[in-house]
């Protein structure tokens, strides 16, 4: 017999399910709590500045102007806009791709956009992102901060001509702004502290560490 062979303890194999399961439960536990409880920098929440533009149209509503669209609207019936001066409201989200002559912008009019506030600040499920490619003129004199996955970016609101199949982004839905206006500021970022999920993680391993230590067979002495 080798006197150095070691052995995995009884009953090893029970106890890593079961802090299999514990650390699930905690990792959802955490990321629960955290988006509920106080602390850190709140989630912005609804866009105030949306009260002071024109209402929504429709789809068959009277054709009045002022107009304001959604990017829903023009996804639903984007002809009956077409060629049309109209007002839109959304975030900056991504990268602001300078052309000749302007910028191309995505602004996203979404739940998470103006009411809620990012998906990883809330924990809120919302729907999907939406919104609108803009063209914004050179003109403009402003840059902006596009928003991520810690902060809200800018909130614009645009007059524009709308462009249901505009040649200018290869037959995209597109808005080439001629008025903009910042009705929300960019907010702050969140600021980063340990991760639950990572000391949750770290606790584990050590518990598991301690579970799988081996121990050696006792050996008879001749």
Not at 110 to 122: I, N
Not at 153 to 164: E, K, N, R, S, Y
Request: with cysteine; aromatic share 4%.
């Amino acid at each position: 017999m080798n006197p150095h062979r070691r052995t995995v303890p009884p009953g090893t194999a029970k106890r890593l399910a079961a802090l299999v399961v514990v650390l699930a439960v905690l990792i959802v536990a955490l990321g629960w709590l955290r988006a509920r409880l106080p602390g850190g920098t709140p989630a912005p929440g609804p866009v105030a500045g949306l009260a002071q533009l024109p209402p929504l149209a429709t789809c068959d509503g009277p054709s009045t102007t002022p107009i304001r669209i959604t990017s829903s609207l023009a996804v639903q019936c984007g002809q009956r806009f077409d060629d049309r001066t109209i007002h839109y409201a959304g975030e900056v989200v991504g990268d602001v791709l300078e052309r000749d002559r302007g910028a191309w912008v995505q602004l996203n009019d979404d739940a998470y956009a103006l009411d809620l506030g990012p998906l990883p600040r809330t924990g809120i499920q919302a729907g999907t992102n939406s919104g609108l490619a803009v063209w914004l003129p050179t003109d403009a004199g402003t840059t902006w901060t596009p928003g991520r996955h810690d902060r809200r970016g800018d909130v614009l609101a645009i007059t524009g001509t709308f462009h249901h199949a505009d040649p200018d982004d290869g037959g995209g839905t597109t808005i080439h702004a001629q008025s903009i206006a910042t009705i929300a500021p960019a907010t702050a970022p969140e600021p980063r502290a340990p991760s639950g999920t990572v000391i949750v993680l770290a606790a584990t391993t050590l518990l598991a560490a301690a579970t799988l230590r081996t121990r050696p067979i006792p050996t008879r002495r001749p």
